[in-house]
């Protein structure tokens, strides 16, 4: 797929759109699975890292696991779960181990994206943010690991009198580095993995912080230790040997509780909300603030480890209010329930503004291209868009299980085109697919945080039957990825 260039028109043969843990890991999958590869990743911020590097927040963290949220080819050796800036040096290592630097661009803003069907190749138009110069990439291949959300703005709803309000407002995407919340009263609108992680960091600070939430989310509470890797390490196994054992043990045990939350709902709740009542005590309300009204999975249930959120309620450093905003007020917040809260910081905890491949404007053979309009090739490749992969991580299991297998499915689906002589890969519908029923993207019913329900009408459709439908499902997507017809028809070469 290599090509001439035209003056002042870098080519590459793949490019990498987005320098965080996908893009990374893509090209540590084109260095390892095709050495031969002209490949370049282009970022849009001015360090790696993506979602590690925006959220800078106290206490950022992961709320799953680093065995699974590594990468299979680097070991983890630290606790299960990793402060952002933990995941950066590890992202730095991989970056220095597998000597990616010379591929990173970084203040490279892609705008446009533009296929030609007779050139066979995708023309980019990048700004870049530092000198606002206006560059052109031209690339065989595009491998979209640009997230599923805006890195420049979180998304805040408005509420009645936020004007009026004569504190801080602070959204966690956009933390001012000089925030001083020493001894003030800080209330955190929201109840997700981000509200759960500010919460324990800012407690022993702050004058008092209230988690405000509308309604419940469930948490995993838990020891930030692996007994496991711990029993191995004394072993003296080598640390590869330790994180493939590990990784198979916690995706074994999530495989369960997954099918478990799936099969007795019931009980998983029961499971989940023991854990805080062991913490809070009988005479929490339990029930009321994190007995959440969807099925357990049906949103991400984050780690909370040691209870720290929790330990802070037991202590009276931090406590939680359901309840929904009426208005701002001049000096707090106005429930529907007549109480007011006291604040002098608001911090909006409140989500992702999902954006799709980018804001990236894509033509294809100069017509602007909807990606909605589009029905999904196993959740990765798109119907009509030609030589182009996205990686859309899982939120059940660690998001870089599915990059690690995207990896191997690009490789695979390049040398299958190298051996039939094609350039170009496009997905389409078969005739047996016309008529197909078209659901969305992820069904509401499988899994439904706000961010993802609010733009589910922007992202591509997927179908009932497979090579069409977008699981989520890591554990069949382990067996079924690999064994991919590549010639079952849904995948036409030129
Ligand atoms: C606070 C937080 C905690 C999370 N914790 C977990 C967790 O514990 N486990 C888990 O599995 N998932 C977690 N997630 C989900 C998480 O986003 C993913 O797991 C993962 O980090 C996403 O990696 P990515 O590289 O695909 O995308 P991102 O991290 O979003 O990186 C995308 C990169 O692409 C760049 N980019 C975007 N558009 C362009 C463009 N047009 N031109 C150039 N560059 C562009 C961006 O600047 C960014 O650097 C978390 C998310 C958040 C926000």
Redesign the pocket.
């Known amino acids: 797929m290599s090509g001439h260039s035209e003056p002042g028109v870098e080519h590459v043969d793949v490019l990498v ?9 893509a090209g540590c999958h084109l260095l390892q699975q095709r050495p031969e590869a002209q490949f370049l990743i ?4 001015d360090d ?8 800078r927040y106290p206490g ?5 696991d680093l065995f ?2 590594g990468y299979r080819f680097k070991p983890w050796t630290g606790a299960p ?1 990793a402060t ?1 800036e933990q995941i950066l040096t590890y992202l730095a290592e991989v970056i220095e181990e597998h000597e990616l630097e010379s591929r990173l661009r970084y203040q ?4 446009a994206a533009r296929w030609s069907s007779e050139q066979q190749r995708w023309t980019l138009e ?1 700004i870049r943010r530092d000198t606002g110069e206006s560059l052109v990439f031209t690339a065989g291949f595009l491998w979209m ?5 805006r ?1 420049a703005e979180g998304y805040t709803p408005t509420w009645d009198g936020m004007e009026r309000f004569g504190g801080k407002i602070v959204h ?2 956009n933390w001012p580095e000089e925030l001083d919340y020493a001894d003030k009263r800080v209330v955190v609108i929201g109840s997700g ?2 509200a759960a ?1 500010l919460i324990p960091a800012m407690a022993p600070v702050c004058e008092h912080i209230t988690m405000l939430q509308r309604s419940p989310t469930f948490f995993f509470t838990g020891a930030n230790v692996n007994e496991l890797a711990d029993t191995l390490r004394e072993l003296d196994i080598p640390a590869e040997w330790i994180h493939e054992i590990v990784r198979r043990k916690i995706l074994l045990d999530q495989g369960q509780i997954a099918a478990m939350a799936l099969e007795f709902p019931d009980l998983v709740r029961e499971g989940l909300l023991e854990g805080i009542r062991e913490i809070l005590g009988p005479d929490f309300d339990t029930d009321r603030h994190f007995n959440p009204r969807y099925r357990p999975w049906q949103q ?1 249930i ?2 909370v480890p040691d209870g720290d959120l929790f330990q802070g309620i037991k202590a009276g450093s931090a406590s939680v209010v359901t309840d929904e905003i009426e208005s701002f007020t001049e000096t707090g917040i106005r429930l529907q329930s007549g109480a007011d809260l006291e604040a002098d910081i608001i911090i909006t905890a409140t989500g ?1 503004d999902l ?1 799709v ?4 404007a894509f033509e294809i053979d100069g017509t602007p291209m909807d990606f909605a309009d589009t029905v999904t090739y196993r959740g990765m490749m798109f119907t009509g868009v030609p030589n182009l992969v996205w ?5 059940r ?4 299980l599915r ?1 690690d297998l995207i990896g191997d499915f690009v490789a695979r689906l390049l040398a299958h085109m190298d051996a039939r002589g094609a350039a170009t890969v496009t997905p389409a519908l078969r005739p047996e697919d016309h008529g197909m029923p078209l659901l969305p993207w992820v069904e509401p019913e499988n899994f439904n945080p706000g961010y993802l329900t609010r733009g589910l009408h922007l992202l591509p459709q997927q179908g009932d039957h497979d090579p069409w439908r977008h699981t989520q499902d890591y554990w069949s997507d382990k067996t079924d990825l690999p064994a991919a017809d590549l010639d079952d028809g849904a995948l036409g070469y030129r």
Not at 17 to 25: D, N, Q
Not at 391 to 395: L, Q, S, T
């Open positions: 759109v987005g320098a965080g843990i996908s893009g990374i890991g282009l970022e849009a911020m790696f890292g993506g979602t590690w590097q925006t959220h950022a963290r992961s709320d799953s699974t949220f779960i952002a490279h803003e892609i705008r990048v690991c640009q997230g599923y959300y890195h966690p995407q993995a981000t992680t991400r984050a780690f992702f954006n491949l980018g804001d990236i990686v859309f991580g899982y939120f299991a660690s998001w870089t990059v």
